[in-house]
């Protein structure tokens, strides 16, 4: 006889019942049931990035830096390493920085905190900025699971605004603004991320973005600027960020090192450039965020920042000089998946499966005539070994339930054109109206 439990799911925080948090479980424990199949599932970067890196040359390189540049006994810049470190982080000058030269965002290192990946950065932020109930988070839809799931875990009221092939709809959030005022609520903040969202692929054209910061300011809410996949834009063809236009400090912009360095790391950011007004003098909303985050992470593992910081220091202190190579691989990955999508599923070759033409990222979507749901990955898993994602983690509402998204980002090119045969294959066999 199985013991009584001790504990009841519904006794727990509301969020064990959310499928949001279980979307990245499922999709792990598929692809370890299935490690013959080719996986288009996970927005994994390219492995050819981490062989050959030196942690221990990278590490060596920063306390190079601080011994330099800061000033530090050798002794005291090993220590560095083992020891708690500033909640706001150790290579915020760096980041700041690269943030300067190659993205036109002028911060200051006390305006930007080191996170655990750009996922604590959201989390910190959403915490900081919800007062009370009162206050709705507005996310472009589809959207990262991520943000999704931290707003479930802080209990903040989340509302969906569409976007479609030019990025958010600015026109649908200032619908969504008036309709948080007639309920007595205030919409607070805007998830957004302009360049090729995940999974939308979608990208905001340059009147838009200032459309959105305009409308930002009229309604006094604040964006919170997730651009994971901006750096996949070739140079010649590169937008200006919300944060790099955010002349009134609407924006606060969070970062990652997960895809133009290694996720392993688990480092990010959040530049908050906000004046934060206190009895005992103002403070950036960067160091507002350092002292939540003494009581989440304590800190950014010191080693991690190292390695980070000694990635950017062998790269001429550039972020753009860091993601060159990774950019020119994802946007060869990104042809040869469209190239082999336009061959083997071209348009009107199987009723109701159409795909939508990413221009940029990690990422394309098809639509089905049926659910993509769990149940049909698994067929495609079983019988054509091929995985994707089911598109219903990334939605508030039912615009996800018949899509599914494909990740280029770590696969050789022939098996992508395999991967899109197998697809093809079991959409003709399994999907197609
Ligand atoms: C839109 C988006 N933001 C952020 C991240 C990465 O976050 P982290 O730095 O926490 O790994 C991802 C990774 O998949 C992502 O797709």
């Known amino acids: 006889m199985t013991p009584a439990p001790d504990l009841l799911a519904s006794d727990l925080h509301g969020s064990f019942q959310d499928p949001v948090l279980g979307s990245i479980g499922f999709l792990n424990e598929v692809m370890d049931r299935h490690p013959e199949a080719i996986s288009f599932a996970p927005g994994a970067p390219h492995p050819e990035f981490v062989q050959g890196l030196d942690l221990r040359v990278l590490t060596d390189r920063f306390l190079t830096h601080l011994c330099t540049d800061r000033g530090l006994d050798p002794s005291r810049a090993e220590r560095v390493l083992y020891e708690y470190g500033p909640a706001q982080g150790l290579i915020n000058d760096l980041v700041a920085e690269a943030l300067r030269a190659d993205q036109g965002i002028h911060v200051v290192p006390d305006d930007v905190v080191i996170t655990v990946g750009a996922q604590e950065a959201m989390f910190l932020t959403l915490r900081a900025l919800y007062r009370n109930s009162e206050d709705v988070l507005a996310v472009a839809d589809p959207c990262f699971p991520g943000i999704l799931g931290a707003a479930r875990l802080l209990d903040i009221p989340v509302t969906d605004v569409r976007e479609g092939a030019a990025g958010l709809d600015v026109d649908h959030l200032a619908a969504r603004c008036r309709q948080a005022r007639a309920e007595g609520r205030r919409l607070r903040v805007c998830y957004v991320a302009p360049d090729f969202s995940n999974p939308g692929g979608a990208r905001m054209p340059l009147a838009a973005r200032h459309a959105l910061l305009d409308l930002a300011d009229r309604e006094d809410l604040l964006l919170v600027e997730d651009n994971a996949y901006a750096f996949t834009a070739a140079e010649s063809d590169a937008l200006p960020g919300l944060k790099a236009l955010d002349v009134r400090r609407r924006v606060v912009h969070v970062g990652t090192f997960a895809k133009v360095g290694f996720p392993g790391a688990r480092v990010g950011y959040a530049v908050a450039d906000q004046r934060v007004g206190r009895a005992d003098g103002d403070r950036s909303l960067a160091q507002e965020l350092a002292d939540l985050k003494t009581m989440v992470t304590v800190n950014t593992s010191p080693l991690s920042q ?60 098809v639509d089905l005539p049926v659910p993509a749901d769990q149940a049909l990955l698994e067929v495609s898993a079983d019988r054509y070994g091929v995985l994707w994602t089911p598109m219903r983690q990334f939605s508030l509402t039912d615009r996800g339930d018949r899509q599914l998204r494909l990740s280029c980002s770590y696969l050789e090119p022939d098996r992508i054109e395999t991967g899109v045969q197998r697809l093809a294959a079991f959409l003709t066999k399994e999907a197609a109206g």
């Not at 109701?352 to 990422?363: L, T």
């Open 306 to 365: 190292a390695v980070v910081g000694g990635l950017l220091l062998e790269h001429g202190r550039s972020l753009r000089a860091l993601a060159r190579r990774k950019a020119e691989r994802y946007r060869s990955n990104l042809a040869h998946l469209t190239d082999a999508l336009e061959r083997h599923l071209p348009p009107g070759a199987l009723p109701g499966v159409s795909w939508h033409r990413p221009v940029g990222g990690f990422f394309a979507r």
